[in-house]
């Protein structure tokens, strides 16, 4: 009895090892390492705390995670090696950091997953469909910040806000109707002018300063090139109009104020997008997501000059204030 005991023992155990084993091969099997091909538009510090959040996130997934890097520089011959090196690794996803990276991936790999990050107006630029349905094989992270979250900081420093302005160009008119709805439903008024031309921009400043009570900006590089930036910026000073700006180097310049994103926070919204994919989501039905972590930026030496007083409650949180 007690030998027959031992035998249905050391059977069981074999049996019960064997399954194990079975199901580690399984895993095995399943934990395979996810090839992650990302290209970047450049070598900037945002661009690398943009690839390091990211990174953050997708490892925190999947440690088995290889991620092989293709720099951009400026000559096109180098981005057609890119392209090769990349139908060479055959990625499961690429991973694009900026609109240059962007552009060259959607062009060349409509069969591979992609994921951009850090790109502004992704809808404006043809990257996507829309930003609630991106379609085809692409979605990511936008630099954008949402049109109402502006408005209402530009409120908290001028509560009784009602004609905006803004000037744009043939570059940023769709970006218009939307805005204009949203100030809307904000008992705003956005004004708007279109600049066709840098010659046409004081014509177009000065009717605008007569019409409204501040002017906000969108990032349009057909009108913000240096010498027209200077003019509007010093006019907006003199005349006493609260200019706000579409990032922190505005400011710097003389901009009353704009908000900023945080580019890691950025990355880290592009590597959640990524882990999603990963999971069996079709990249055309996620959503493109919009700057989450916002800065607050002012110049005190502007808003001294057209006698503005920046609430406590946002002088407290700038992250930075220029003097």
């Known amino acids: 009895m007690f030998k027959h005991t031992g035998y249905c023992l050391r059977k069981t155990l074999a049996v019960a090892v064997a399954a194990v084993l079975c199901q580690c091969a399984g895993l095995a099997e399943q934990v395979q390492a996810v090839d992650i091909a990302v290209l970047t538009s450049d070598n900037l510090t945002s661009t690398q705390r943009t690839l390091s959040g990211a990174k953050t996130v997708i490892a925190g ?8 890097v293709f720099f951009l520089d400026k000559d ?15 990625p499961s996803l690429i991973l694009t950091v900026g609109s240059s990276a962007t552009e060259l991936a959607q062009k060349n790999f409509t069969g591979i997953p992609i994921v951009f990050s850090s790109v502004k107006y992704p809808e404006l630029s043809g990257f996507v ?8 094989n692409i979605t990511g992270a936008s630099l954008d910040i949402p049109v109402d979250i502006q408005f209402k900081y530009f409120r908290r420093i001028i509560p009784e806000l009602k ?4 000037l744009y160009t043939k570059n940023t008119e769709s970006l218009i109707p939307g805005a204009k709805a949203i100030a809307r439903q904000m008992g705003l008024e956005l004004v708007a ?13 000065d009717s605008l300063i007569e019409s409204v009570e501040a002017i ?5 590089a057909n009108l913000f090139k240096p010498t027209s930036t200077r003019y509007i910026l010093l006019n907006t000073v003199r005349k006493g109009i609260p200019f706000m700006g579409f990032s922190r180097y505005v400011v710097e310049s003389g901009a009353l104020c704009a908000l900023d994103f945080d580019y890691k926070a950025v990355g880290f919204q592009a590597g959640a997008i990524v882990n999603r994919v990963i999971a069996g989501e079709r990249p055309g039905d996620i959503r493109v997501t919009t700057a989450d972590v916002i800065w607050f930026h002012y110049n005190e030496n502007t808003a001294k000059r057209i006698h503005i007083s920046i609430p406590q409650e946002l002088a407290s949180i700038a992250k930075e204030v220029y003097r």
């Open 61 to 68: 997934a999947h440690p088995e995670t290889r991620f092989t």
């Open 76 to 90: 096109p011959e180098h981005h057609a090696a890119a392209v090769d090196s990349i139908r060479n690794l055959n």
């Open 129 to 136: 469909e829309s930003a609630r349905r991106p379609g085809r």
């Open 163 to 166: 004609r905006l302005g803004v």
């Open 193 to 205: 002018v279109h600049v066709q031309s840098d010659r046409d921009l004081p014509e177009a400043l």
């Open 216 to 220: 906000w900006s969108v990032a349009d």
